[in-house]
């Protein structure tokens, strides 16, 4: 555009904040899965020593999240949906997913060990593991329903989201798993080559010394990690509740730009007003001579605080008019309508 080279046009507004909001949130959600699964998967092939055994808690962990984000797209026809249920279904489901699995397979093997067939050791595994799996899952599936019964879209969203990714955890880690265990039997400990380099990662001898060091000293572990646990929970006597900052939009966003440009020429209040509601006997108008008053004096202590920058409402569509004038103005309500849609 002519004589343009020198503005900067950004677009800004609720919209648009919203826009970038969600992008930003798909987006790092994303690039969280890309870093967060293989170092799972390298964690877990240490600690098993083979790569079928490890990929296993992986691959219920991604179907639970993929199942569950399916599920609360169906739900969003039915309800409004916060964007951030896109972090907690990946975050929780991961996290409860893998956790889950690694207690079934680890009592799988334990009892292919003891002598077991494969169909067998999946069986004792769903009556011991797979009950704790219920009991831990149905604990945190309660939890998130609490959620769901809140006022608010963002919370409910994340009870939504949260419970059905845990429920779709404990279910395939009783009934999907169990049954992928008893099929590859043996299987799970391919390839054998990685067992003899990694046996001492996940050797029993060094849990074995520290399971004693802790038996004979129990007192002495307690005050220390009961002291870790007191310097890692400080910061919560600082925490401070509230609304969000004003700079918790993404800031590399064009909509946060323009926001802070807004802000900067002291007129962020264009985007994010402060809305005061006067409610009023059931039957009476705020257009009344009787309450008008009431509101001009509000407005008129509103507009006195430094921190307002222009107060617009029902006292103030006019400048400068008293509280007769302001009477005289609304006697006919209909034609004020007309002049200010």
Do not use: C
């Amino acid at each position: 555009m002519p004589g343009a080279e020198d503005f900067d046009v950004m677009v800004t507004g609720f919209p648009a904040l919203d826009h970038d909001v969600r992008t930003v949130s798909a987006e790092d959600t994303e690039r969280g899965e890309q870093r967060a699964l293989p170092l799972t998967l390298l964690v877990l092939i240490v600690a098993f020593g083979a790569l079928v055994a490890a990929a296993l808690p992986v691959i219920v962990g991604v179907l639970a999240i993929t199942i569950a984000l399916g599920l609360v797209t169906i739900a969003a026809r039915y309800a409004a949906m916060s964007v951030f249920v896109l972090n907690i279904t990946t975050m929780v489901g991961l996290g409860v997913g893998i956790d889950y699995s690694l207690l079934i397979v680890t009592r799988f093997r334990e009892e292919l060990n003891r002598g077991l067939s494969s169909v067998d050791a999946a069986i004792r595994t769903v009556e011991t593991a797979g009950s704790a799996v219920v009991t831990s899952g149905l604990t945190v599936v309660v939890g998130f329903a609490a959620l769901v019964a809140t006022p608010l879209s963002d919370t409910r969203s994340v009870g939504i989201g949260g419970l059905l990714v845990v429920a779709l955890a404990v279910l395939l880690a009783t009934t999907f798993l169990p049954a992928a265990l008893a099929m590859l039997g043996r299987g799970i400990d391919r390839p054998r080559w990685l067992a003899r380099p990694l046996a001492r990662f996940h050797a029993l001898t060094g849990w074995e010394r520290w399971a004693r060091w802790l038996g004979h000293r129990p007192w002495r572990a307690v005050a220390v990690g009961g002291t870790v646990m007191a310097l890692l929970t400080f910061p919560l006597t600082q925490i401070r509740l509230g609304l969000p900052a004003t700079n918790w939009f993404p800031p590399e966003s064009e909509s946060a730009r323009g926001l802070e440009a807004l802000r900067e020429m002291g007129a962020s209040g264009v985007i994010q007003p402060v809305r005061v509601v006067v409610q009023l006997p059931e039957g009476e108008s705020a257009l009344s001579a009787r309450r008008l008053p009431g509101l001009k004096a509000l407005t008129d202590s509103i507009r006195k605080d430094p921190r307002v920058r222009e107060v617009r409402g029902v006292a103030s569509v006019k400048a400068a008019l008293s509280t007769l004038q302001l009477a005289i103005y609304y006697s006919d309500p209909e034609q004020v309508r007309a002049k200010n849609p």
